[in-house]
């Protein structure tokens, strides 16, 4: 049974390096897996960022509300023109945008990082996947090497 692993015999490595292959696998799928959470919490935000659009359209020009200077402390703030907004669009770049085409950018946003979400679970299994065979393989590589350490006793006794 000739196991292949990205184009490398598994059955040729030694326990060694198949502990250490099996290693850079978990490695790689905590990391990706990691990624993946980054990703949900963007998507998160950008969700938040629309219905803040979206709830923004419906008040009027003087408001008075609350301004988030960070995620616990707010100060006073009157609310200016609503027909622009703002959207950071990273870098330090910023776009004027209706509030409208603010939500479209978003939702925009949220399916694009949805879709490489997809594409990251997909690696991710694969990994795992990877995993797993290298595992058996070293699974067996010491079976085999217990039993001809028994034989060996066997013979020598």
């Known amino acids: 049974m000739a196991h292949r692993q990205g184009g490398m ?3 040729s490595l030694s326990p060694q390096q198949l502990q250490g292959l099996s290693e850079q696998l978990e490695s790689d799928v905590q990391q990706l897996t990691e990624s993946l959470a980054n990703l949900q919490k963007a998507v998160g ?8 659009l979206e709830g923004m359209t419906l008040e009027s020009e003087g408001k008075e509300m609350l301004v988030p200077l ?3 402390l707010y100060v006073p703030g009157v609310l200016g023109d609503t027909s622009k907004v703002l959207l950071d669009v990273g870098t330090g770049y910023f776009l004027e945008k209706s509030p409208e085409d603010g939500v479209d ?3 925009r946003k949220v399916q694009l990082v949805r879709d490489n979400m997809e594409k990251l679970i ?6 795992r996947k990877q995993s797993t065979q290298v595992q058996q393989v070293f699974t067996q590589k010491m079976q085999m090497m217990e039993q001809a350490q028994a034989k060996a006793a066997e013979i020598g006794a």
Request: charged letters at 30%; proline letters at 0%; hydrophobic letters at 15%.
């Open 9 to 11: 015999q598994l059955d």
């Open 105 to 107: 950018y978003c939702k």
């Open 70 to 72: 960070t995620s616990s």
């Open 122 to 127: 997909e690696v991710i299994s694969e990994k």
């Open 45 to 52: 935000r950008y969700h938040t960022s629309g219905r803040a």
